[in-house]
């Protein structure tokens, strides 16, 4: 196994992320005639989450490839902190307005 490949994978794992959060952003946008203001809350917050990610890719590569040519390279603890707390909240959000908020 090439541990130089590794920044590629984790970019590639932050990409797939940020698909995914398009991809909820689409479907919350399908939500708006039915639910109204709060489902666009919701594609603001997963198109705001996508696009943060997006922005601070390049940041984590070098991060990760300067990690691997020192021999030290500690974890990302506040990026994918702050991604899991969003996703959690995003899904909170979403079970929140499927069974709580009246169709209009």
Known sequence: ????????RTDLAWS???LALIIAAAIFLRW???HGWFAGVLVTAATATAITINLTR???FRR???GI???RMPADLIS????ASSVV???????????FLPLQ
């Open 89 to 99: 909240v995003l899904a909170a959000a979403g079970i929140f307005t499927v069974l």
């Open 69 to 71: 040519n020192n021999e």
């Open 64 to 66: 990760a490839v300067l």
């Open 32 to 34: 708006m005639p039915h």
């Open 1 to 8: 196994m090439d541990t130089g490949l590794q920044p590629e």
């Open 16 to 18: 797939r992320t940020t």
């Open 80 to 83: 994918t902190g702050s991604v």
């Open 58 to 60: 390049k940041h984590r």
